[in-house]
T-cell receptor, first 114, second 109 residues
C-alpha cells in the first residue's frame, strides 16, 4: 500500500465556492503530481512539482492552483468552483532521483460542483 | 493530446482465459509503464519496461515493447474475476508520465 493520502474523497459543493483538495505523502518523495480524470477514463496532468517551492503547469490547462511549502504536502485549490470543474482529481508522487519512475497514487478526490 | 492510445477500449472474458491489451504511442520514450485502476480508486503500478528491453514478466503479467512500432502489449494469463479493472499504459520521455486512454477489462466468473 502506498503512503499517499487524499482528502476529501468526495465533495459536493455549489458554484462559486473556494475548495482545497489535500494531498499528503509520507514517503519523502520529491516529485508530486495532480492528474484530472475524465468520466471516460483519460488522465490529464494538470500540475506537478519537483520539490519544495517548485510548481509547474501540466499538459492540460487548469484554473486550479497548487503550492508546495513542505515536501509531504501538495494541495490543489480552486478559488471559484464551476460545474466544468466536476471531475476526479488524482494526486501522485515519485522519487525524483529515479527519473521517470513508478508513480504512487492516492485514492482520488471526486469533486461535484452543482 | 494523449501520448498513448490503447485498444481495445473494453474487453470481456471468462475466468481462466488470457487478456491482451495493446498500447501505441507517438514519441520516443525512456520507459513504458502499466497501471491498474479499480473502479473509483487510485492507480496502482504494475510493471515498468525500459526502452532497451523487449519483454518483461511479473507473475501472471507479461509485457512486450516494440520501439520500432511504438507499441506495447500487456498480457494477463489465467485471468481471475479479481482482475476486473481498468488498465492504463503510461509513457515517460522526460520527467513526466503521460497516460493512455485505458482498457476496461471485465472477467466473468
Amino acid at each position: 500500500e502506498a503512503d499517499i493520502y487524499q482528502t476529501p474523497r468526495y465533495l459536493v459543493i455549489g458554484t462559486g465556492k473556494k475548495i482545497t483538495l489535500e494531498c499528503s505523502q509520507t514517503m519523502g518523495h520529491d516529485k508530486m503530481y495532480w492528474y484530472q480524470q475524465d468520466p471516460g477514463m483519460e488522465l490529464h496532468l494538470i500540475h506537478y512539482s519537483y520539490g519544495v517551492n517548485s510548481t509547474e503547469k501540466g499538459d492540460l490547462s487548469s484554473e486550479s492552483t497548487v503550492s508546495r511549502i513542505r515536501t509531504e504536502h501538495f494541495p490543489l485549490t480552486l478559488e471559484s468552483a464551476r460545474p466544468s470543474h466536476t471531475s476526479q482529481y488524482l494526486c501522485a508522487s515519485s522519487e525524483y532521483n529515479k527519473g521517470s519512475g513508478e508513480l504512487f497514487f492516492g485514492e482520488g478526490s471526486r469533486l461535484t460542483v452543482l | 493530446s494523449q501520448q498513448g492510445e490503447e485498444d481495445p477500449q473494453a474487453l470481456s472474458i471468462q475466468e481462466g482465459e488470457n487478456a491482451t491489451m495493446n498500447c501505441s504511442y507517438k514519441t520516443s520514450i525512456n520507459n513504458l509503464q502499466w497501471y491498474r485502476q479499480n473502479s473509483g480508486r487510485g492507480l496502482v503500478h504494475l510493471i515498468l519496461i525500459r526502452s532497451n528491453e523487449r519483454e518483461k514478466h511479473s507473475g501472471r503479467l507479461r509485457v512486450t515493447l516494440d520501439t520500432s512500432k511504438k507499441s506495447s502489449s500487456l498480457l494477463i494469463t489465467a485471468s481471475r474475476a479479481a482482475d476486473t479493472a481498468s488498465y492504463f499504459c503510461a509513457t515517460a520521455n522526460t520527467d513526466k508520465l503521460i497516460f493512455g486512454t485505458g482498457t476496461r477489462l471485465q472477467v466473468f466468473p
